[in-house]
C-alpha cells in the first residue's frame, strides 16, 4: 500500500524539500488550504483533504481535518487485526506520517486584537491532529518543526521508507514534542480565556485557577546553572513579553546563570523608581522641586543591590552608587533607567564589571565600551511588567501577585514630622529595600543608598552592618557628603526599640518603617525621646 503523508503547516520553512523527498520515494501528499496551493505550485502533486473525506471544507475553513477518514487513518494500530479490519470496513485508508504546526496564536494573542479577531486564531484541526498521530507515535511519524526534517528524512533512507522500522527513540522523542508544543498551545489559550494568575479577566474567573499554565518557550540553552555541574536554559513567556523578551546583547560573551538572575533584579531596581513616584499616598509630603533627579542608578552583587542612587545625569548617578560600596561593586552588574552616556561609560570601564543593562547606550558610550570585549551590554526596551513571581518547591510551585505597593499609607507617628527631604529619601530607599534580602535595612543620605544590609537572621545586626557602612562611606571627605545618613529604611517593623536607639547612636534622624508589632509604641516612645521622625507605611516588604 502506498505511503501517505498529510502536510499542513502556517510555517512553511524547510515543507518544500520535505515534500520533495516524500513524493520522490513513492508517498502520497494529502493536504489543504494553504499549504496545498503552496505544495501544488511548487510543481508537486497533492491530494486535497477533501477528496479523502468526501466532506467539503466548511465553517470558514473550520472543518477540515476534523473526520473519521482522517483520524481512523491516524489511530490505527497497524498490528491490531480488529482495528485494521475496521478501516478496512469504513474504507479508511492508514496515514503514516504528519507536518503539521499551529496558528500563530502566542503572536496573536499579543497583537493588540480584538477578543473575537484572537479567538479565530486558535488551532482546532491542527492540536487534534498532532494528537492523534502522537499517540500512535508507533506507526506514525509526526513533526512540528522544520529543525527535525533532516533527521527524519535520513531515518525514513535506513528504514527503507517503513515507519515500523524507525528506531523508537526517535518516534517518542517526536511524540513527546507534540504534547510539548500542545501544552503550551493551550496554556496560552487558558490565560488569554481566563487571565494571568492573580488578574482575573472577569469578577466570576478564579483568582487563582485549578492548575496553573504557563506557556514558556526556550529561548536559550546556558553554559551552566548556578554552579559549574549544574544544567541551565531561559525560557521566555510565548504569550507575552516581559522584560526579557525585550533585551538585546550588543556587546560582551555569552550571559550566565547568574548573570540573568541578577540582570533581572538590576533592570527592577533601576525601573523601580519611575513607576514608585506616581503611586505616592496623597499624604506624602510635597518634595522640594526635583525633576532633573530621574536618572536610577544600581550596582548588584550575588542578586543584592549594594550600592543605589538617583541624581540628574548618568554619570552623577553611577558615581555615587559606585561611591556607595567601591569593593563589592568589582564584578557586578549595574542598572540604569536612562541611556548610558559615553562620559559615564568612561568612568564604567575603570572598574571591572560583567553587565550593563540600560534602555539604550549612546554611540560614543558603545565605542567606549568596545575596548572591554567580554564586558556584556544589554539594551532592555521593556520595563518589568510581571505581575506575578513563581518560586520552585521540591514537588511544586510557589506563586504570588509581585511586591508592587511601596505604601498603603503615610502615616507619621512621632512628635517631629520628616522633612520634605527627608520623606523624598525615604521614598528611594524603599525603592531600593524592596530588592534586599530580608531582614533589609537601607541608610539613604541625598538620593544615595549609603548603608544596604540584608539577608541577617536578626534586624538589628542588619541594622548595625547597614548604619556603620554608611558612617564608613559618609565620613570619606571626597565623597562630597555634608555629615552621616539622616534617613534609615526598613523593609519590616521593629520588634524592640533596639533598632531605633541604635540608629539614633548613629545619628539617623527620620525612620521609615511598615509597623504592626505588638511592641510599635516602644519603637514610637524610643524615636520621640530622640527627636527621630517616625513613619508608618502599612506595607511590609519581605524578600526571602
Given at each position: 500500500?502506498?505511503?501517505?503523508?498529510?502536510?499542513?503547516?502556517?510555517?512553511?520553512?524547510?515543507?518544500?524539500?520535505?515534500?520533495?523527498?516524500?513524493?520522490?520515494?513513492?508517498?502520497?501528499?494529502?493536504?489543504?488550504?494553504?499549504?496545498?496551493?503552496?505544495?501544488?505550485?511548487?510543481?508537486?502533486?497533492?491530494?486535497?483533504?477533501?477528496?479523502?473525506?468526501?466532506?467539503?471544507?466548511?465553517?470558514?475553513?473550520?472543518?477540515?481535518?476534523?473526520?473519521?477518514?482522517?483520524?481512523?487513518?491516524?489511530?490505527?494500530?497497524?498490528?491490531?487485526?480488529?482495528?485494521?479490519?475496521?478501516?478496512?470496513?469504513?474504507d479508511v485508508q492508514t496515514i503514516d506520517l504528519v507536518c503539521v504546526n499551529l496558528y500563530p496564536f502566542f503572536e496573536k494573542v499579543q497583537?493588540?486584537?480584538?477578543?473575537?479577531?484572537?479567538?479565530?486564531?486558535?488551532?482546532?484541526?491542527?492540536?487534534?491532529?498532532?494528537?492523534?498521530?502522537?499517540?500512535?507515535?508507533?506507526?506514525?511519524?509526526?513533526?512540528?518543526?522544520?529543525?527535525?526534517?533532516?533527521?527524519?528524512?535520513?531515518?525514513?533512507?535506513?528504514?527503507?521508507?517503513?515507519?515500523?522500522?524507525?528506531?523508537?527513540?526517535?518516534?517518542?522523542?517526536?511524540?513527546?514534542?507534540?504534547?510539548?508544543?500542545?501544552?503550551?498551545?493551550?496554556?496560552?489559550?487558558?490565560?488569554?480565556?481566563?487571565?494571568?494568575?492573580?488578574?482575573?479577566?472577569?469578577?466570576?474567573?478564579?483568582?487563582?485557577?485549578?492548575?496553573?499554565?504557563?506557556?514558556?518557550?526556550?529561548?536559550?540553552?546556558?553554559?551552566?546553572?548556578?554552579?559549574?555541574?549544574?544544567?541551565?536554559?531561559?525560557?521566555?513567556?510565548?504569550?507575552?513579553?516581559?522584560?526579557?523578551?525585550?533585551?538585546?546583547?550588543?556587546?560582551?560573551?555569552?550571559?550566565?546563570?547568574?548573570?540573568?538572575?541578577?540582570?533581572?533584579?538590576?533592570?527592577?531596581?533601576?525601573?523601580?523608581?519611575?513607576?514608585?513616584?506616581?503611586?505616592?499616598?496623597?499624604?506624602?509630603?510635597?518634595?522640594?522641586?526635583?525633576?532633573?533627579?530621574?536618572?536610577?542608578?544600581?550596582?548588584?552583587?550575588?542578586?543584592?543591590?549594594?550600592?543605589?542612587?538617583?541624581?540628574?545625569?548618568?554619570?552623577?548617578?553611577?558615581?555615587?552608587?559606585?561611591?556607595?560600596?567601591?569593593?563589592s561593586i568589582f564584578g557586578g552588574i549595574i542598572g540604569c533607567n536612562k541611556p548610558i552616556t559615553r562620559e559615564a561609560a568612561e568612568e564604567?570601564?575603570?572598574?571591572?564589571?560583567?553587565?550593563?543593562?540600560?534602555?539604550?547606550?549612546?554611540?560614543g558610550a558603545i565605542e567606549v565600551f568596545s575596548a572591554k570585549k567580554n564586558l556584556r551590554l544589554i539594551k532592555a526596551s521593556i520595563k518589568?511588567?510581571?505581575?506575578?513571581?513563581?518560586?520552585?518547591?521540591?514537588?511544586?510551585?510557589?506563586?504570588?501577585?509581585?511586591?508592587?505597593?511601596?505604601?498603603?499609607?503615610?502615616?507619621?507617628?512621632?512628635?517631629?514630622?520628616?522633612?520634605?527631604?527627608?520623606?523624598?529619601?525615604?521614598?528611594?530607599?524603599?525603592?531600593?529595600?524592596?530588592?534586599?534580602?530580608?531582614?533589609?535595612?537601607?541608610?539613604?543620605?541625598?538620593?544615595?543608598?549609603?548603608?544596604?544590609?540584608?539577608?541577617?537572621?536578626?534586624?538589628?545586626?542588619?541594622?548595625?552592618?547597614?548604619?556603620?557602612?554608611?558612617?564608613?562611606?559618609?565620613?570619606?571627605?571626597?565623597?562630597?557628603?555634608?555629615?552621616?545618613?539622616?534617613?534609615?529604611?526598613?523593609?519590616?517593623?521593629?520588634?524592640?526599640?533596639?533598632?531605633?536607639?541604635?540608629?539614633?547612636?548613629?545619628?539617623?534622624?527620620?525612620?521609615?518603617?511598615?509597623?504592626?508589632?505588638?511592641?510599635?509604641?516602644?519603637?514610637?516612645?524610643?524615636?520621640?525621646?530622640?527627636?527621630?521622625?517616625?513613619?508608618?507605611?502599612?506595607?511590609?516588604?519581605?524578600?526571602?
Amino acid at each position: 500500500m502506498k505511503k501517505r503523508a498529510l502536510i499542513s503547516v502556517f510555517y512553511k520553512d524547510g515543507v518544500l524539500d520535505l515534500a520533495r523527498y516524500l513524493v520522490d520515494k513513492g508517498w502520497e501528499i494529502l493536504s489543504t488550504g494553504g499549504t496545498k496551493t503552496h505544495l501544488s505550485e511548487a510543481g508537486l502533486p497533492v491530494t486535497d483533504v477533501t477528496t479523502v473525506t468526501g466532506f467539503p471544507e466548511c465553517l470558514d475553513g473550520r472543518v477540515k481535518t476534523l473526520h473519521p477518514k482522517i483520524h481512523g487513518g491516524l489511530l490505527a494500530i497497524r498490528k491490531n487485526k480488529d482495528h485494521m479490519q475496521t478501516i478496512a470496513n469504513l474504507d479508511v485508508q492508514t496515514i503514516d506520517l504528519v507536518c503539521v504546526n499551529l496558528y500563530p496564536f502566542f503572536e496573536k494573542v499579543q497583537a493588540g486584537l480584538t477578543f473575537n479577531e484572537t479567538v479565530e486564531f486558535i488551532d482546532i484541526g491542527g492540536p487534534t491532529m498532532l494528537r492523534s498521530a502522537a499517540k500512535n507515535h508507533a506507526d506514525v511519524l509526526v513533526l512540528t518543526e522544520a529543525a527535525d526534517y533532516p533527521e527524519v528524512i535520513e531515518q525514513l533512507d535506513l528504514a527503507a521508507q517503513d515507519v515500523s522500522a524507525i528506531p523508537m527513540d526517535l518516534k517518542r522523542r517526536l511524540a513527546g514534542k507534540v504534547f510539548n508544543l500542545t501544552g503550551a498551545y493551550d496554556s496560552a489559550v487558558a490565560r488569554f480565556m481566563l487571565g494571568e494568575a492573580s488578574v482575573p479577566v472577569s469578577e466570576k474567573s478564579p483568582v487563582w485557577p485549578a492548575y496553573l499554565t504557563i506557556p514558556l518557550s526556550r529561548s536559550q540553552s546556558l553554559r551552566y546553572g548556578e554552579n559549574g555541574h549544574q544544567q541551565a536554559a531561559l525560557y521566555l513567556t510565548a504569550d507575552s513579553r516581559g522584560a526579557f523578551g525585550g533585551m538585546k546583547q550588543i556587546q560582551g560573551k555569552e550571559l550566565s546563570y547568574n548573570n540573568m538572575r541578577d540582570l533581572d533584579i538590576a533592570w527592577k531596581v533601576a525601573c523601580a523608581w519611575d513607576n514608585v513616584r506616581a503611586k505616592l499616598p496623597e499624604t506624602f509630603p510635597a518634595s522640594p522641586e526635583r525633576a532633573s533627579e530621574t536618572v536610577c542608578c544600581v550596582a548588584l552583587k550575588h542578586n543584592s543591590p549594594c550600592g543605589a542612587a538617583l541624581s540628574a545625569t548618568v554619570l552623577d548617578a553611577y558615581k555615587k552608587t559606585f561611591m556607595a560600596d567601591p569593593v563589592s561593586i568589582f564584578g557586578g552588574i549595574i542598572g540604569c533607567n536612562k541611556p548610558i552616556t559615553r562620559e559615564a561609560a568612561e568612568e564604567m570601564v575603570k572598574t571591572f564589571l560583567e553587565v550593563i543593562v540600560a534602555p539604550d547606550f549612546e554611540p560614543g558610550a558603545i565605542e567606549v565600551f568596545s575596548a572591554k570585549k567580554n564586558l556584556r551590554l544589554i539594551k532592555a526596551s521593556i520595563k518589568p511588567n510581571n505581575v506575578t513571581e513563581l518560586i520552585s518547591v521540591d514537588g511544586g510551585v510557589l506563586v504570588q501577585s509581585r511586591d508592587n505597593d511601596l505604601f498603603s499609607q503615610w502615616n507619621v507617628v512621632t512628635n517631629k514630622k520628616p522633612t520634605a527631604e527627608e520623606a523624598a529619601d525615604m521614598a528611594f530607599g524603599m525603592t531600593i529595600a524592596l530588592y534586599v534580602k530580608s531582614n533589609a535595612i537601607v541608610a539613604v543620605k541625598n538620593k544615595v543608598a549609603v548603608g544596604i544590609a540584608g539577608g541577617q537572621v536578626n534586624r538589628i545586626w542588619a541594622t548595625e552592618q547597614a548604619l556603620e557602612r554608611a558612617k564608613t562611606i559618609t565620613s570619606i571627605p571626597e565623597n562630597g557628603f555634608d555629615g552621616h545618613a539622616t534617613v534609615m529604611v526598613s523593609d519590616a517593623f521593629f520588634p524592640f526599640s533596639d533598632c531605633v536607639e541604635m540608629a539614633n547612636k548613629y545619628g539617623i534622624r527620620a525612620i521609615v518603617q511598615p509597623g504592626g508589632s505588638m511592641r510599635d509604641q516602644e519603637s514610637i516612645d524610643a524615636a520621640n525621646q530622640a527627636d527621630i521622625a517616625m513613619v508608618f507605611t502599612g506595607t511590609r516588604h519581605f524578600k526571602h
